[in-house]
């Protein structure tokens, strides 16, 4: 265990060992079951405030939906911390009220939780997808730039400019009626390689058609589906 884990774990622990102390060196340990009730809601949300932040969505989105995630949190662990406070300073016998409140509360904060931690979610998986649509157009523009270098022909360096243009302007958004045309460019595209390797001029002319003609397919697929 790293010395930040343990010194996280200490500032972690320090309220629920606070709360503890004083709560038993002022209250004792004969209390009424609506204040015992009140204390295990509270060491819930406590718990709530702790854990919500390891569970929320991963991606560039990560330090927003943390913080979205840990604000709810923290506002049902203030209310639950209030109505603890009065609970305890009252020390109300009205088990069945108490119970009432804390469960519509309970119930309130895990909708609004689960409905925070879905839509971000949501928007985690098409950050992810969108951020994989642009490696595609990006990772075959960049090949074929990188082909470019390989030929000395006019004709087959002016054929790839063009060619590399097209797809850096291809659109990015991508789906299952596309699949077909992307797998078939990349598979294109290392043949088009191997091609500039052996400086195959006929060759590399011949492939960066069938590729001008699939990332076609392909951009009409995309404007079509849009």
């Not at 709560?23 to 060491?43: I, R, S």
């Not at 943390?66 to 009205?94: D, G, M, P, Q």
């Not at 998986?125 to 006019?154: A, W």
């Not at 460019?185 to 195959?200: C, F, G, P, T, Y």
């Amino acid at each position: 265990m790293t010395k930040k884990n343990i010194l996280t774990i200490i500032l972690e622990s320090v309220f629920i060992v606070a709360f503890n102390v004083l709560f038993f060196l002022n209250g004792g340990t004969q209390h009424v079951a609506a204040v015992w009730t009140a204390y295990g809601f509270l060491h819930f949300a406590y718990l709530m405030v702790l854990i919500t932040p390891l569970i929320a969505s991963k991606g560039s989105t990560t330090v927003l939906s943390k913080t979205t995630t840990y604000t709810i949190s923290l506002l049902f662990f203030i209310v639950e911390l209030l109505f603890a406070i009065v609970t305890f300073i009252t020390k109300t016998e009205r088990i069945k009220m108490v119970i009432s409140i804390e469960t519509v509360l309970c119930a309130i904060y895990v909708i609004i939780l689960v409905i925070n931690l879905l839509t971000d979610e949501s928007i985690a998986n098409k950050q992810k997808r969108h951020e994989s649509e642009n490696d595609f157009i990006k990772g075959i523009s960049n090949q074929i730039k990188y082909i470019q270098t390989l030929v000395s022909d006019n004709d087959a360096k002016n054929k790839l400019e063009r060619l590399y243009y097209l797809a850096h302007s291809s659109p990015s958004k991508s789906g299952e009626s596309m699949k077909f045309y992307e797998n078939e460019i990349v598979r294109n595209i290392s043949l088009m390689e191997d091609a500039a390797n052996q400086n195959k001029i006929t060759d590399i002319l011949r492939i960066s058609g069938e590729i001008e003609r699939l990332l076609n397919k392909r951009t009409f697929e995309a404007r079509t589906r849009n």
